[in-house]
């Protein structure tokens, strides 16, 4: 092969992993929140948080090892099924509020000090800053039974009107609609029983149909979807293992669409400055260049969405791991430089399978892209911690690390060659030196518009910290709540929320640690 045609090729190689690098370094923060989201679904089904050491009462695994009467299988599948939906239940709602960056977190309330085992009132709580919102869960055949044992239940024979108490009732998906339906027909019913009675002069027992009626009208705004159908909920007693991996593919999907919007932004930014270099060397016609500006996009899609999904999996099942080392490891960028590496070598063992490449070339590009990834996956978390914006400095980081290393790398290979450059070689060597001016000017330009975005957002959050400052009416929460927003604009969370947990602060013996 002519060595201009395959020193060309060998950049091209090299710039498509930098565009990989560039992708995967973008993705770190995407990763890791996804990453941890999808760890909740293992949490789930072994009951134990390894990155926290807590052992959890219940797990999806041990439930379905439950005892089963050969004469009431399916009832007792069923029964067991709704301790499922409530474990199910909780990783899902907590792998969401992850994905949103919410602070909210849900727990069985066996798992939670002071509500102790089997709590006949509350299954699920939601856990906010300084509050409790309790949940009772009922996975059951007859809803409208259910719904009348608690609203009339009183000194009845099945009396659940303890149910009353907690914030939200929980059923399946399917129930929903249904339950509330009868709820608002059985309060109208019971009113116009009440008033009817009232007008006999049966006063005690219009009472009772008038709470009834009141009880009933609760329970319609407390009836909550639990997120889980019942068939749903009685796959995770049968299956807990494939409907945990289903949840867990589920969350990677979704990280894996939002990968590849990281992957076409990029990309497609990168490939155009390249191809408009190409084009003004006159290495390209302007029709080449747009056909393969659009390739390169719709790659880098496919790359952003492969890196992010298969990023997200590997970090989920290491951020769960027995071991500390790898749960160690699964918090810097390895877990998306593990899918680029894997990119990176397959190409260079596509080209020695149809001889493009010698023994001794396909190992030092796959030493190249190995060793390019592990810098760069360092280089990323060291720039997120110096630059601390959400992307930016990930991004910057990785691609530092890659170039340094790449130079480095391939430094200690040219010292082994003793060879002039050609005519060619130097007219080539030009070509590239003046692309990556170009290309470097770019970079420039895209980090000094993400800069200026970043200082218009926190102006904006400044300005409203201070505007409230300054209002006559100021409200001090309110205040707390804007300065608390501002400091997480700049990357840090306060540890005063509010006026009373301030009050606390000061008169505690405590060091006030803002």
């Given at each position: 092969?002519?060595t ?12 498509s ?57 399916n ?10 939906a ?5 990783s899902?709602r ?19 000090a ?21 949940s ?13 044992n ?40 019971l ?42 909920a ?12 289903k ?33 003004y ?26 890196t ?16 500390e080392?790898?749960?160690n ?61 959400p ?14 290393t ?14 002039k ?40 959050y ?30 840090t ?22």
């Open positions: 092969m002519n201009v045609v395959k020193e060309y090729k060998q950049q091209e190689s090299i710039d992993d930098l565009r990989n690098i560039a992708i995967a370094s973008a993705e770190h923060e995407l990763i890791q929140r996804y990453g941890t989201a999808g760890s909740q679904f293992l949490i789930g089904l072994r009951g134990i948080n390894y990155e926290t050491g807590q052992l959890f009462d219940r797990s999806l695994l041990k439930i379905s090892q439950g005892n089963l009467n050969p004469d009431y299988v009832q007792n599948v069923k029964q067991q099924a709704g301790f499922s409530e474990v199910a239940s909780v899902k907590n792998a969401q509020a992850i994905i949103n960056k919410e602070s909210s977190r849900f727990s069985r309330s066996e798992d939670i002071g509500y102790g085992k089997n709590h006949n009132v509350v299954d699920i709580v939601e856990l906010l800053d300084d509050s409790e919102i309790t009772q869960m009922k996975f059951i055949k007859d809803p409208k039974e259910l719904l009348k608690i609203a009339c239940g009183e000194g009845e024979k099945k009396d659940f009107s303890r149910y009353l108490s907690v914030d939200k009732l929980e059923v399946p998906t399917e129930q929903v609609e249904d339950m509330k339906a009868i709820c608002k027909e059985e309060a109208k019913k009113a116009k029983q009440s008033d009817a009675l009232r007008k006999l002069g049966k006063t005690e027992l219009a009472d009772i149909k008038l709470k009834q009626s009141k009880n009933y009208g609760s329970l319609e705004g407390k009836v909550t979807d639990s997120g889980l159908t019942t068939e749903e009685i796959q995770y007693r049968l299956n807990p293992k494939a409907m945990t991996a949840d867990i593919g589920k969350v990677s999907h979704e990280a894996g669409l939002e990968g590849l919007k990281f992957g076409v932004a990029i990309g497609g930014s990168i490939s155009a400055v390249n191809n408009v270099v190409a084009v060397s006159g290495n390209k016609e302007f029709s080449e260049a747009v056909l393969a500006i659009s390739k390169d996009t719709l790659i880098s899609g496919a790359t952003g969405y492969a992010a999904a298969s990023g997200t999996a590997i970090k989920t099942y290491m951020a769960q791991s027995s071991k080392i790898v749960r490891i699964s918090k810097s960028n390895m877990p998306a430089m593990v899918v680029t590496a894997c990119l990176s070598t397959g190409k260079s063992i596509k080209k020695y399978a149809i001889g493009e490449l010698t023994e001794a070339e396909l190992s030092q590009e796959i030493g190249l892209s190995v060793t390019g990834m592990m810098s760069s996956s360092m280089f990323a978390a060291i720039g997120q911690v110096a630059i601390p914006i992307v930016l400095g990930a991004l910057i980081g990785g691609m530092v690390g890659y170039a340094l790449n130079t480095m790398y391939q430094s200690f290979f040219d010292v082994l060659k003793d060879a450059l050609s005519t060619e070689r130097r007219q080539l060597v030009e070509m590239q030196c003046e692309a990556a001016k170009l290309l470097s000017k770019e970079y420039e330009l895209r980090i000094k518009d993400l800069f200026a975005y970043r200082i218009q957002e926190l102006e904006l400044s300005n409203n910290m201070f505007d409230a400052l300054n209002s006559p009416d100021i409200d001090p929460n309110e205040f707390c709540s804007k300065m608390n927003r501002f400091a997480e604009e700049l990357g969370k306060l540890s005063i929320n509010n006026i009373a947990e301030l009050e606390a602060a000061m008169i505690s013996d405590e060091p006030l640690v803002i």
